[in-house]
């Protein structure tokens, strides 16, 4: 297990002076290389410490120059190039940071900003939402001038950024699946009516800060600075307008993090802070996906030391969690980009890789600083037991708490792929599947705190593993706007998008780019004339949109949908000597005044409805509306819905 990393060489206290004369003291910030965070606001709940790099910066003494901020403590660190600042802060204003190495003096700026009103209290996303996934590089490209960057930071049509970003050598082919695309964030801004129009109120983008791997950067996963968005995708100004454009359309904002690893590319691998900022790799050993050891009372300490210290791939080093800098700088990374860009939501990738008890500690920090703030955390785990140890407050036999509001539902994911591709089925299979899934809700803490989906950017394309089935796409949509929880959908799901053929089959082949996000695409999925005359891969593009956006905005008023609970039915069938599932699944969703009646018919036949089986509920006939043809309709015996199809009705109770 990971050591707890013990405080290193505190410097004496240090409080500036506000009578001093800093006046005559040079801006050098050739001799301050970075100040993080960026910036900071008054009134947080969040303490202030500042990681300063530079030369020899250990050496300096520290003060402030004006009388809203004040050094508290400094820290030293193992490289004689850093150090951190324990900050006291009381007033907003436009700071500078003085540093004194016997007779020499320079100075950095450092902004603190006035807290916006409101923002302590800012809401999350919840079940009332759907989430929207996207993958920014393969989504939409505004322009191509920033497909690359060379050395300090410049455009390839010369304009520069407002800060130094080193050349980016992974350029933009979207013949190459691995290689960027080219999609942007201003992309993105110019979609946001299709987003919206589709019924998603919400929009996860995978990372957008800087990647600078030189090979596959388009992922976004391997963070080369936290503090930057990629320039290949925008700038953190741009980035703040997108947050804001999506707010104007109705769409929150969730923003994708890494804690538990950054690319071999960051600035840090040339000169870590400490020793132990991240896990080292001689000998490189590669993490064990044991998410088990948690909780696993036979786990070995050796598994468990590999699952928290080791590598996820080698381009991407193991973050030392439990050093108490390292875990603070990625709380104030988080909350600083909340602040910043007004975010509505996080996203945590890889999150069991992560050292439980700080990440814990993590997740803490961010609440306690936006109390209604919603994280979700990736936790690829379909052992439904196992997956429900990660969420907050569940009561775990050893006690831990992970703090961690939210958990994706792995196992639904599963079943629902599985289940639909299953034609001819014995008694635990098909729908079965999901059904047992559903029976075992008990297990979870808190089910208004689960993301479901059917597939995200890690996953392959539905509509491969639907077999190219429309009806069994309309399936799966369904089920996702009508599950428990809160639902996210996988950009091109929507239509049914396929992995690419022309290409050996890998990641990037499945995430492909959206037709007509790019100038010079021969079609545009993004408008309904680009849909109806798209070719024979997208002939079914424009039906199964509508059938989705009719759902998602449909969905936005149901409460039983929302906010309601479950009752499910299964019925079986006698086939010879054998009782097995009809392959069919019903479910009602309902509060105390709306209900919902779900009846999905995942198999070759027709089925009537037998009302009688589902009386307990409600008594019969029940008039209605179809959900799916927006026509009064009445439940009752008889009402026959077709092989492959489903029945949505809402009434009341």
């Known amino acids: 297990m990971k050591r ?81 600042v324990d900050m006291t802060v009381k007033a907003p204003g436009e700071y500078n940071l003085v540093f004194t190495r016997g007779d020499e003096s320079f100075k950095y700026p450092y902004i603190i900003r006035e807290r916006e009103k409101g923002s302590r209290e800012r809401e999350s996303f919840s079940t009332a939402d759907m989430i929207y996934l996207i993958m920014p590089d393969r989504f939409a490209s505004a322009t191509d001038l920033n497909d690359s960057c060379w050395p300090g930071g410049d455009y390839i049509d010369g304009s520069a950024r407002p800060w130094a970003v080193p050349e980016t050598p992974d350029e933009v082919n979207r013949a190459d699946a691995v290689a960027r695309h080219g999609g942007d964030i201003q992309g993105i801004m110019d979609h946001l009516d299709y987003i919206a129009e589709l019924g998603a109120t919400a929009i996860w983008s995978t990372p957008l800060l800087l990647d600078n791997q030189d090979h596959e950067s388009y992922h976004g996963y391997a963070c080369a600075d936290y503090y930057h968005i990629d320039p290949r995708f925008g700038d953190n100004e741009l980035y703040k307008s997108f947050v804001d454009a999506a707010h104007q359309h109705g769409i ?46 036979n786990a070995s300490i050796r598994d468990r030391e590999r699952q928290e210290s080791g590598w996820f791939v080698p381009s991407m ?69 196992q997956l429900a140890y990660w969420q907050k407050d569940n ?86 706007a009508t599950l428990r929880g809160i639902p996210q959908l996988y950009y091109g799901d929507e239509m049914m998008f396929l992995e690419r053929k022309d290409v050996p089959s890998h990641d990037g082949a499945k995430r492909i780019d959206f037709p007509g996000g790019w100038d010079g695409d021969s079609f545009s999925l993004f408008d309904k004339d680009g849909r109806e005359l798209a070719p024979r891969e997208y002939q079914f593009a424009e039906e199964l949109h509508d059938y989705t956006a009719n759902l998602f905005n449909w969905r936005k008023g149901s409460k039983a949908v929302q906010d309601g609970k479950t009752l499910h039915f299964l019925s079986r069938a006698n086939i010879g000597d054998r009782n097995i599932t009809d392959n069919t699944y019903a479910y009602f969703r309902y509060t105390d005044t709306d209900a919902v009646f779900v009846y999905i018919n995942n198999s070759f036949e027709p089925h009537a409805l037998d009302w009688d089986h589902y009386r307990e509920f409600v008594e019969g006939p029940v008039n209605g509306r179809d959900v799916l043809t927006g026509e009064s309709i009445t439940l009752r015996n008889g009402i026959t819905i077709a092989p492959k199809s489903a029945l949505v009705v809402e009434f009341k109770r």
């Open 395 to 480: 009561p775990n036999v050893d006690g831990f708490n992970s703090n961690l509001p939210s958990i994706m539902d792995f196992p639904l994911e599963s079943a629902i792929k599985t289940a639909l591709c299953e034609d001819y089925v014995n008694w635990d299979e098909g729908m079965t599947r999901i059904y047992t899934v559903i029976a075992q809700d008990f297990a979870y803490h808190d089910l208004s705190h689960m993301m479901t989906f059917f597939a995200n950017h890690d996953h392959a394309r539905t509509g491969d593993v639907l077999r190219e089935d429309p009806e069994r796409m309309k399936l799966a949509i369904t089920l996702l």
């Open 4 to 84: 707890f990393f013990l405080l290193a060489g505190v410097a004496a206290l240090m409080v500036s002076c506000s009578q001093a004369d800093y006046s005559a003291v040079p801006l050098a910030t050739d001799q301050v290389q970075r100040v993080e965070p960026l910036s900071w606001w008054t009134g947080m709940t969040t303490d202030l410490q500042l990681m300063v790099q530079g030369p020899g910066i250990s050496e300096c003494d520290v003060a402030v120059e004006g009388k809203g901020m004040a050094v508290k403590a400094v820290h030293k660190a193992d490289s004689p190039n850093f150090i951190f």
């Open 252 to 297: 929150k904002v969730i923003m994708d993090i890494v804690t538990n690893h950054c690319g071999t590319a960051h600035w840090w691998m040339q000169d870590a802070p400490f020793k132990d900022w991240y896990h080292s790799a001689e000998p490189y050993t590669q993490m064990n996906a044991l998410f088990s050891v948690y909780m696993d009372p």
């Open 317 to 385: 080093p193991d973050m030392n969690l439990d050093n108490p800098y390292v875990l603070k700088y990625f709380q104030q990374w988080a909350v600083w980009w909340v602040e910043y860009a007004g975010l509505d939501g996080l996203r945590v990738d890889t999150y069991p890789y992560n050292e439980p008890v700080p990440m814990s500690q993590w997740c803490k920090a961010v609440t306690d600083e936006y109390p209604n703030m919603n994280i979700v955390g990736e936790c690829w785990d379909r052992n439904i037991p």
